[in-house]
């Protein structure tokens, strides 16, 4: 049977209907244009899977460009970890390109719209540009340099560039119109003066170009035929053309600007001025925290490139901006991680279990399926001893007849191994368990095919023989906000609905197979979760963060 096609999103059908008006399918070529400010998040995602799907789609190339025009914000650590991020969810770039790369081109395109008297230096305090810019109901006010002489504007533009006049001293603006009912055509600046190292031109330009008037015409230089955009961008498509129109010649591709709807992430916030205060301010461990909604913490998190397209695909591609629960995120995670993790045995909270009638300093090696969703992941060894740990949970010294785990008196089957029944606990002074001791049957091995192996118990246990365990760091994370939208609140500050527990550290033991495992191997620990090693593992010691647990306990919550 063959496979039913998605029905194509709103940009596609955008694409479709210029492949049958204005375009060839040689014209397209699409980009992803992020600023190297921060990390790339979550929202990030559903831009490049969408610009570089595209690509794929329509085998057009695809570029990343870095609009690089603020090196007040802008560092080379961003570069890096944006490049390595779009290559782990598994896209190629065609070219490498950088705003950076075009400044001279732009100058000299600044200089014509002063020629041409479409651009003019204002030398007003960005304060009073803004007051004069009046609001959606009023028009603005023009500026008292609007009718500056061509030559004066060249002149000091000139000396902008050379780094003769001091910042805030000069801008330059677009003569446009000061009584547009779009604010963003009231002669917007074009260039400011920052006296500021630039992470690729160094201290070359003492001019940087704004955003509005570098991307279109970046998108024009590298013959872009689609700049996406979200929402937030509508009404600078005005501008954007504007600028077009400036430098656009006859006869080349144009650019078409079209915008499609961020989609933003529960209990979380994807505002990189935001982020970066969570990083400033210590909340989290760097960028590449497992609680951030960066692709970098995702990653070191546990999630897959699968599970995070498969996030985006399933959202698709929208006009209205929505808030999307972040279970359906772990939803993804988990489907993916469940056919790909191994299954393994670890116990977070321990408790001694003693088995009294099977023998003293004795080790039998069991054999476990390491993935029952993946026939080829074959079959491994775990140690069998006298003495294991099990969780404190799955002991209840009295029970009712709901609790399906460890009781005395009633049977339940360790994993991978014998039938066990409960018969008596050791306390300490205060009252507290400390250890209990059960009964095994040895009769009862799993897959063994004796009648024993074959009696039906209701519960079933995982466990760590203690001789054998291997002592690990686990950590288990949780959702940083306490609150859907944290930043939704206008009277508080998003860093009031942090979550106090979205972070536990603990000791945990493993069964000794782990030892072999790598940093960012991903396992399920059974009946507690998915865990992926943290790249803080040595050889002394292995720190495995928790991805999601093996159900949506927040589900249960709400």
């Known amino acids: 049977?063959?496979?039913?096609?998605?029905?194509?999103?709103?940009?596609?059908?955008?694409?479709?209907?210029?492949?049958?008006?204005?375009?060839?399918?040689?014209?397209?070529?699409?980009?992803?244009?992020?600023?190297?400010?921060?990390?790339?998040?979550?929202?990030?995602?559903?831009?490049?899977?969408?610009?570089?799907?595209?690509?794929?789609?329509?085998?057009?190339?695809?570029?990343?460009?870095?609009?690089?025009?603020?090196?007040?914000?802008?560092?080379?650590?961003?570069?890096?970890?944006?490049?390595?991020?779009?290559?782990?969810?598994?896209?190629?770039?065609?070219?490498?390109?950088?705003?950076?790369?075009?400044?001279?081109?732009?100058?000299?395109?600044?200089?014509?719209?002063?020629?041409?008297?479409?651009?003019?230096?204002?030398?007003?305090?960005?304060?009073?540009?803004?007051?004069?810019?009046?609001?959606?109901?009023?028009?603005?006010?023009?500026?008292?340099?609007?009718?500056?002489?061509?030559?004066?504007?060249?002149?000091?533009?000139?000396?902008?560039?050379?780094?003769?006049?001091?910042?805030?001293?000069?801008?330059?603006?677009?003569?446009?119109?000061?009584?547009?009912?779009?604010?963003?055509?009231?002669?917007?600046?074009?260039?400011?003066?920052?006296?500021?190292?630039?992470?690729?031109?160094?201290?070359?330009?003492?001019?940087?170009?704004?955003?509005?008037?570098?991307?279109?015409?970046?998108?024009?230089?590298?013959?872009?035929?689609?700049?996406?955009?979200?929402?937030?961008?509508?009404?600078?498509?005005?501008?954007?053309?504007?600028?077009?129109?400036?430098?656009?010649?006859?006869?080349?591709?144009?650019?078409?600007?079209?915008?499609?709807?961020?989609?933003?992430?529960?209990?979380?916030?994807?505002?990189?001025?935001?982020?970066?205060?969570?990083?400033?301010?210590?909340?989290?461990?760097?960028?590449?925290?497992?609680?951030?909604?960066?692709?970098?913490?995702?990653?070191?998190?546990?999630?897959?490139?699968?599970?995070?397209?498969?996030f985006v695909t399933s959202i698709g591609v929208g006009k209205r901006e929505n808030v999307i629960d972040v279970s359906h995120l772990e939803f993804n995670v988990r489907e993916d991680l469940n056919k790909r993790a191994p299954r393994v045995m670890a116990v977070l909270n321990p408790i001694k279990l003693v088995i009294t009638n099977y023998p003293e300093g004795e080790t039998e090696w069991l054999e476990a399926e390491n993935n029952p969703e993946d026939e080829n992941a074959g079959y491994r060894q775990i140690p069998f001893s006298r003495e294991l740990y099990i969780e404190q949970e799955d002991f209840k010294e009295e029970a009712n007849r709901k609790f399906f785990r460890l009781t005395l008196n009633k049977e339940v089957r360790l994993k991978n191994a014998y039938i066990i029944k409960g018969e008596s606990v050791v306390k300490d002074e205060e009252g507290n368990i400390t250890k209990i001791h059960c009964t095994y049957d040895p009769d009862s091995k799993s897959g063994s095919g004796t009648e024993a192996s074959k009696r039906k118990v209701k519960g079933t246990l995982h466990w760590v023989s203690v001789n054998n365990a291997l002592p690990v760091e686990v950590r288990l994370y949780d959702r940083l906000f306490t609150e859907p939208t944290p930043d939704s609140d206008k009277e508080k500050d998003f860093l009031d609905f942090i979550n106090p527990n979205s972070l536990e550290v603990i000791t945990a033991y493993a069964e000794p197979s782990l030892k072999t495992l790598k940093i960012e191997d991903k396992v399920q620990f059974q009946r507690l979760g998915y865990f992926v090693v943290d790249k803080d593992s040595s050889e002394d010691k292995i720190v495995f963060n928790r991805t999601v647990p093996l159900r949506d306990s927040w589900g249960k919550i709400k």
Not at 39 to 66: D, Q, W
Not at 79 to 95: N, P, T
């Open 1 to 310: 049977m063959a496979k039913e096609e998605a029905p194509l999103n709103f940009i596609e059908h955008i694409i479709e209907e210029d492949l049958t008006k204005s375009h060839t399918p040689e014209d397209l070529r699409f980009r992803f244009p992020p600023e190297p400010n921060g990390y790339l998040h979550i929202g990030h995602a559903s831009s490049i899977c969408l610009n570089f799907g595209l690509g794929e789609r329509y085998k057009a190339p695809v570029n990343l460009r870095f609009d690089d025009t603020n090196p007040i914000k802008e560092e080379q650590e961003f570069v890096d970890a944006i490049k390595r991020d779009v290559s782990w969810l598994g896209f190629e770039w065609a070219k490498e390109c950088y705003a950076s790369d075009y400044f001279q081109e732009l100058y000299d395109w600044a200089v014509q719209l002063i020629k041409d008297g479409k651009a003019y230096v204002d030398s007003q305090s960005s304060e009073k540009i803004a007051e004069q810019k009046g609001t959606p109901n009023t028009p603005g006010t023009e500026s008292p340099f609007r009718n500056r002489p061509v030559e004066e504007s060249l002149d000091l533009f000139e000396k902008m560039k050379n780094g003769e006049v001091g910042e805030g001293q000069h801008t330059l603006r677009a003569k446009i119109d000061m009584t547009s009912g779009n604010m963003l055509m009231r002669d917007p600046i074009m260039y400011r003066v920052l006296h500021k190292s630039h992470h690729r031109t160094g201290t070359d330009w003492k001019i940087f170009p704004m955003y509005d008037w570098t991307h279109g015409e970046s998108d024009y230089i590298e013959r872009v035929s689609h700049s996406l955009c979200t929402l937030e961008f509508l009404p600078h498509r005005e501008l954007y053309d504007w600028f077009l129109d400036q430098v656009h010649e006859k006869g080349t591709l144009r650019p078409k600007q079209r915008e499609f709807a961020r989609r933003n992430l529960s209990h979380t916030v994807v505002s990189k001025r935001k982020l970066a205060r969570l990083v400033s301010e210590g909340i989290v461990n760097g960028w590449d925290d497992p609680r951030m909604p960066t692709i970098s913490g995702l990653r070191r998190r546990g999630y897959t490139p699968e599970s995070i397209k498969n």
